[in-house]
C-alpha cells in the first residue's frame, strides 16, 4: 500500500515500523518522516492490510522510529523524532483510535540530556519497571527512559560518546538492539561515524557501564564502516549480532556471548556470493523458522530486501533477494525499515519505504532443516 490509496494517509516518507498482536489481530505502527506521523495497519491478513488510525503532529517533527511494549492488558508504542529531539508515547491498545501520551525532548530538566537527533529506540523489562534506550545521531549518545508510566516518562541515565568509562564507539550512534546474558540486559550500538559497536551494560539503567567496543579494521571486524543497524540473536547457548554497514555495503557477524570480549564471525559484502541487495544497507531484522535462523536485510540504494541464512554465524548464506518493480515488489523504492513478524507459524515481513512512501508486505521462503 502507498500513500493517498486505500484510507492510508500517513505514509508519506514511511520510515520505521513495529509489529505488535492484541488478541487474534497482528497490527503495524509505522513512522514517516514527511508526515511527521504515525500510521496504523491491521496486518493479520498479509495479502489484504487494512489502515486504522492515523495520527500527526508538530511536536513528533520528523518521526524515525518505533517500538512497542505491553504494560498490563494495554499496549503502548515509543515513536523517537529526530527534528524534535524527542519522543512521543502513544497507548495503541485500540489501533482504530490511538492515543497520546507523554512526550519529552532534549534538554527538558530532569536529566533529558541525549536526544538530540534521536535516531532509534528499543525497549526492556527489568523487574517490574519498562525502560527505554534511545540512540541519538546528534548527540552521539544513548539515553535511557522509564516507561513504566506512560503518563510520566523519567529520564534515568545517559552517557556520550568519549565519555569516561570506556564509551568510545557511540560517535552518531544509529542503531541498537537489546539481549541478555545469564540474567544481565545489555545493549549493543551501531555508530556510523565511527564505523563501529558498542557493548553497554544496562541491567542498572540509572547506572549503565560500557563492557566492550571494536571497530572496523581491528581484531578481526572488516564489515563495520558505516555501522548503521544491528539485531541480536540466539543459537543454542551464544548470542549473535548481525550488523549492516552502510560505507561497506555489508554486513558482519559477531559473536556477543561474552560481551566484555566480543568476537567478529563472518562478513560478507554485495556483489560477492550471491549477496546481490546489500548496497547502502538501513535495516536488519532476524527470525526463525523450523531449526534454522535467518535474517533479512533492506537496502535503500538497492531498492530492495535480501534474505541470508545466518544458522551459521561464522559461515553465512544469501537466499532469495527481491528488488523495487520485480513482480509484486512495488513498494521498496528507498526501503528502510523492516520487522519480521509470524502468523499461524508462517514468517513474513514488513517493510516500510521511504521514496515510495508505502509498506511493502512479505512471505518469506525458508528452510525448516
Known sequence: ETDGVSGFTELLGAHGVSTFTIGSSTYAIVTTMSDDGVQMIDISDPTAIAAKDAE??????????????????????????????????????????????????????????????????????????????????????????NITDPAVITATDAQDDGDAGGFDELDQANGVSIFTIAGSTYAIVASVADDGVQILNITDPTAITATDDEEDGSNGFTMLNGAASVDTFTIGTSTYAIVVSQVDDGVQMIDITVPTAIVAMDAETDGVNGFTELNNPEDVDTFTCGSRTYAIVVSTTDDGVQLIDVSNPANIVALDAGTDGDGEFTELDGAYNVEAFKIDSKPYAIVASFTDDGVQMIEMPCRNS
Open 56 to 145: 500527526s503532529a508538530s511536536n513528533y517533527d520528523t518521526a524515525l522510529d518505533v517500538d512497542t511494549f505491553v504494560i498490563g492488558s494495554k499496549t503502548y508504542a515509543i515513536v523517537v523524532a529526530q527534528t524534535d529531539d524527542g519522543v512521543q508515547l502513544f497507548d495503541v491498545s485500540d489501533p482504530a483510535n490511538i492515543v497520546a501520551k507523554d512526550a519529552q525532548v532534549d534538554g527538558d530538566s530532569g536529566g533529558f540530556d541525549e536526544l538530540d537527533g534521536a535516531r532509534d529506540v528499543e525497549t526492556f523489562v527489568i523487574g517490574s519497571s519498562t525502560y527505554a534506550i534511545v540512540v541519538s545521531t546528534f548527540d552521539d549518545g544513548v539515553q535511557i527512559l
